[in-house]
């Protein structure tokens, strides 16, 4: 099995809260920025698309289809132990917004 790079301090526990996270193609400046109510969830509905060539973002699908999923690694900005969709929407923007400004990150969201 491909090495996803997810390092946890916690032996994974937080995987199964909701939160932010970031995902980093290694050697590049693309990174992605999402909300989930689950992480592990989540992680494993983005991984089983991309090596389905079937993700819903096309950015990434094609990022993912050049550099592989061993250039991929994937951190928890934000853990949250309640879901609340419209709080996370608005901290995933705020994520966001604050990559946008920065000149070393090329955001790979559809929606930014």
Same mark, same amino acid.
């Given at each position: 099995?491909? =090495?996803?790079? &997810? *390092?946890? $301090?916690? +032996?994974?526990?937080?995987?199964? !809260? ?10 590049? =400046?693309?990174? &992605? *920025?999402? $909300?989930? +109510?689950?992480?592990?969830?989540? !992680? ?69």
């Amino acid at each position: 099995m491909p =090495n996803r790079k &997810y *390092i946890s $301090s916690t +032996k994974g526990k937080e995987l199964f !809260f909701s939160g932010i996270y970031q995902i980093t193609v290694e050697n590049t =400046n693309y990174i &992605y *920025i999402g $909300s989930c +109510k689950k992480f592990s969830k989540r !992680f494993k509905e983005h991984f089983v698309d991309l090596q389905a060539n079937k993700h819903g973002n096309s950015k990434m699908q094609n990022i993912f289809n050049k550099y592989s999923i061993d250039n991929f690694r994937i951190e928890i900005l934000e853990l949250h132990f309640e879901y609340d969709k419209h709080y996370l929407l608005e901290r995933e923007q705020y994520w966001i917004d604050f990559f946008k400004e920065s000149k070393d990150y090329e955001l790979i969201n559809l929606s930014l």
